[in-house]
C-alpha cells in the first residue's frame, strides 16, 4: 500500500480510491434504457474534471483532456446507438482563454487530433459535424480542422455531433440581441412584436431543436455560461464522475434517468 500511495500521489490516490469504493452502486446496462421510452433528441454537455483526473494521478493537466477526448469518442457511439439526433459538446468556453498558453494551445490542438483519427468512422456512421462559438479568435489550424469536418459531413443525416468551441452563452445572446435591435432600428420590427423565435434565430442554435437533456460532469452544480437561453425546459442531470471517468453505463442511467422524468413546461 505504502509503494501505491507514494507512486500516485499520497492524498490524492486515497481521494480517489474513496471516490471509487463509495460508488459501487450498479450501473444500468444498454437493455435498461426503454427503446420505447422518451429518447432525449437532443443531449448537451458539459465534459468538466479533466485536470482533477490528471491531478489525482500526478499527471499534467493536459493528460486529463486527452482522456477526456476518448470519453467523447466512447459518448458519440453510445449516442448515435440510442438513436440521439444531437450531442452539443461543451469543448472551450470563451473564459477558458484565461487558461495557461500551453493547456490553451493543446485544447485547440484537441479538435484537429480528434479529427484526424475518427473523421472517417464518424462519416460511416453518417455524423455530421458542427462547430458552434465564435471563429474569429479561433488559431487558423483549430478553425480549418473543423470547416474542413464541417463540409465532409455536410450532407450527412445521422447524429449530428455539435462542438462548442470558443463558445459563450452571454456573448452569443449579445450578438443575437444587436442584430434585433438594427431590425428594430431599421423600422422591420416593433419591441412590443418581439417573440421568443425573433432571439433564437440569431443563436447558433438557429436551425437546431434545444436540448432535451443536460449533463454535467465532475461534481460542479452551475451552468457555465452554456446555452443559457436554450437550456431553460431541459432536463438537468449531474453526475460526480469526472469527466475522463465517464463511461457509457453512465451514460445509460442519464438517460433512464431522464425517461424517468416529467416534462411538463410550466403545466400541471
Ligand atoms: C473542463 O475540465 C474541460 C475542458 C475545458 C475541456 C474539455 C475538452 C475535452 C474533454 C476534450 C475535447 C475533445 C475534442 C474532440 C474537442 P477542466 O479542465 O476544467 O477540469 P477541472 O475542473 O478538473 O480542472
Redesign the pocket.
Known amino acids: 500500500m505504502y509503494v501505491y500511495i507514494s507512486h500516485y500521489g499520497g492524498t490524492l490516490m486515497l481521494e480517489h480510491l474513496a471516490r471509487k469504493w463509495t460508488r459501487k452502486e450498479k450501473q444500468p446496462e444498454a437493455t435498461e434504457v426503454d427503446p420505447s421510452g422518451k429518447i432525449p433528441v437532443h443531449v448537451a454537455v458539459i465534459?468538466?474534471?479533466?485536470?482533477?483526473?490528471a491531478n489525482m494521478r500526478n499527471l499534467p493537466?493536459v493528460a486529463?483532456?486527452r482522456a477526456?477526448?476518448k470519453?467523447?469518442k466512447e459518448v458519440v457511439k453510445t449516442a448515435d446507438e440510442i438513436g440521439i439526433r444531437y450531442m452539443t459538446?461543451?469543448?472551450?468556453?470563451t473564459e477558458?482563454w484565461k487558461r495557461p498558453r500551453d493547456e490553451v494551445d493543446f485544447?485547440m490542438r484537441?479538435?484537429q487530433e480528434?479529427l484526424s483519427t475518427e473523421l472517417d468512422e464518424l462519416i460511416e456512421r453518417g455524423v455530421r459535424i458542427r462547430m458552434l462559438g465564435s471563429k474569429d479568435e479561433l488559431p487558423k489550424h483549430t478553425l480549418q480542422a473543423l470547416l474542413t469536418a464541417e463540409e465532409k459531413t455536410r450532407e450527412n443525416t445521422g447524429l449530428q455531433l455539435n462542438?462548442a468551441?470558443n463558445y459563450g452563452a452571454r456573448h452569443e445572446m449579445i450578438k443575437a440581441f444587436a442584430e434585433l435591435a438594427e431590425r428594430v432600428k431599421a423600422g422591420e420590427l416593433s419591441p412590443d412584436d418581439i417573440q421568443e423565435e425573433d432571439i433564437s434565430r440569431y443563436l447558433y442554435t438557429s436551425d437546431i431543436p434545444d436540448p432535451d437533456l443536460l449533463i454535467r460532469t465532475?461534481g460542479e452544480i452551475r451552468l457555465s455560461n452554456f446555452m443559457l437561453w436554450q437550456l431553460a425546459y431541459t432536463e438537468l442531470w449531474f453526475t460526480d464522475v469526472?469527466?475522463p471517468d465517464f463511461t457509457r453505463e453512465h451514460f445509460y442511467q442519464a438517460i433512464v434517468e431522464y425517461q424517468g422524468r416529467a416534462r411538463r413546461y410550466g403545466a400541471v
Open positions: 465534459m468538466d474534471g479533466n485536470g482533477r483526473w493537466r486529463g483532456h477526456g477526448m470519453t467523447v459538446m461543451y469543448a472551450f468556453s477558458n485544447l484537441l479538435p480528434f462542438f468551441l465532475s469526472l469527466w
